[in-house]
């Protein structure tokens, strides 16, 4: 859909509500107009929610909407933005639409465009927030060192105020007509209501890492009866939910764990298999991604039988079925052979293990599920690092390097300069 279609706003102005927001409403105003004379669009170019939620109450079905289809989602960053819920669950509704974007398209799009309402101790900015840049000079010293709190109030930084409106006008509309485009997120999903900013800081644990290792067939060994579409030379080539998803699980599995706040990395079947053989909670959180018909593939089913009978209450499990996997009768079949060959984790015995295996049938609900998987597993690691440090340590914090170098965290979010409920 392009930007003049419709009433899909251009951008959306997150920001907390203070005595002071009939200030944000002139910034608003003010940015729309440059938004619209520099545009073909059509009004309204940009969305900002005046009605107050009380807490615990759904949101507003015309917020809902701008949040699903807007471009550019504009948080007003002050300390006051990034201490309210609301605000932390507008921001993880435009991430949740970013990791669903990516998911289904190739490209990563870049619609976060914060825009500075005071300034913000570093200290007081969420992980979420860290690894986007919050002001920049292009906005002008000013700016910079006051925010647009300071430079809308004062006639003496007039100037100074335009040109920074200017500045945040054009990245908008840089933002929303760069491909890739941000995708609409489909009616009917819920947007989860996710406070981005409680995201646990895992650094300050120590447990931050974690491996995502898929146990898969590849091409060249497949099960009678399993369609080779689906899988590739390497097990992290298994993408199971496609035509819908052009990511590969694994490629899914580390946009989700690097949005939870862990430093992820993919390990194949037979690099997995040989982490987790060392039974080591020092080495960090495991998500082990099983794909149905392992039961049906020999190599696969013996290691996986061995990895059943070790403890491992910290590696999170996570059953994936492929898109044609469809006949209820098929389906189920599968989940018995595969509960043969994991009784301990997919069995009904140990509910606190069972707690972590889920059977996902789609790249939504593996995005939904996956955040409680990983939490859980996240906990079970902590409480066996301290229960069990290893010998001679003084720092249980530290783990140490598995074999395969760390790969480069993913930039699941959007790029720019500027902030929305936000004061």
């Keep these: ?73 504009v948080p007003l960053c002050s300390p006051r933005f990034f201490a309210s819920r609301e605000c932390g669950y507008e921001w993880n509704a435009i991430e949740q639409r970013i990791l669903a974007h990516r998911a289904r398209h190739r490209g990563d799009p870049q619609p976060i465009v914060p825009a500075l309402w005071l300034p913000v101790d570093v200290r007081r900015i969420p992980e979420v927030a860290r690894r986007i840049q919050l002001t920049h000079a292009d906005f002008g010293a000013e700016y910079v060192r006051e925010g647009f709190y300071t430079l809308i109030k004062n006639s003496r930084f007039k100037e100074s105020y335009d040109s920074a409106v200017r500045t945040l006008a054009l990245q908008i509309i840089r933002a929303a007509e760069r491909p890739p485009v941000l995708a609409p997120m489909p009616a009917g999903v819920d947007l989860a209501r996710v406070n ?46 496609q035509p819908d998803a052009a990511q590969t699980i694994a490629e899914c599995a580390l946009d989700v764990a690097a949005f939870n706040a862990f430093q992820p990395q993919t390990l194949s079947f037979e690099e997995g298999y040989e982490v987790l053989r060392r039974k080591d909670p020092q080495a960090g959180v495991v998500l082990l991604v099983v794909d149905a018909w392992c039961g049906r593939d020999e190599y696969l089913a013996s290691r996986l039988r061995e990895l059943d009978t070790l403890d491992l209450e910290w590696v999170g ?57 990983l939490a859980t597993a996240f906990n079970a690691c902590i409480d066996h690092v301290a229960a069990y440090p290893p010998t001679g340590s003084e720092n249980v914090g530290r783990r140490p390097s598995l074999d395969r170098p760390h790969q480069q965290r993913p930039d699941v979010r959007g790029g720019g300069t500027g902030g929305s409920d936000g004061q």
């Design 1 to 73: 859909m392009s930007p003049t279609e419709g009433d899909t706003p251009y951008f959306f102005l997150s920001y907390t509500r203070t005595p002071e927001s009939g200030w944000v409403k002139k910034l608003f105003n003010d940015v729309s107009a440059e938004v619209f004379e520099r545009t073909t669009a059509s009004q309204p170019v940009g969305f900002i929610d005046e009605a107050d939620i009380p807490p615990g109450h759904r949101w507003r079905p015309a917020l809902e909407k701008s949040l699903s289809t807007c471009r550019v989602f």
């Design 196 to 241: 981005a900013f409680a995201v646990p800081d895992r650094e300050a644990s120590g447990a931050s890492r974690i491996s995502i290792v898929v146990a898969a067939p590849t091409s060249g060994r497949l099960p009678a009866g399993c369609s080779a579409k689906f899988y590739g030379r390497s097990s992290l080539d298994w993408n199971p939910f």
């Design 317 to 373: 499990v996570v059953v994936a079925s492929n898109r044609d996997n469809a006949d209820p009768a098929r389906a189920a079949e599968l989940m018995a052979e595969l509960r043969d060959v994991m009784p301990r984790r997919l069995g009904s015995a140990r509910s606190s293990l069972t707690a972590l295996a889920a059977r996902i049938a789609s790249a939504d609900q593996f995005r939904n599920r996956l955040p409680e998987v």
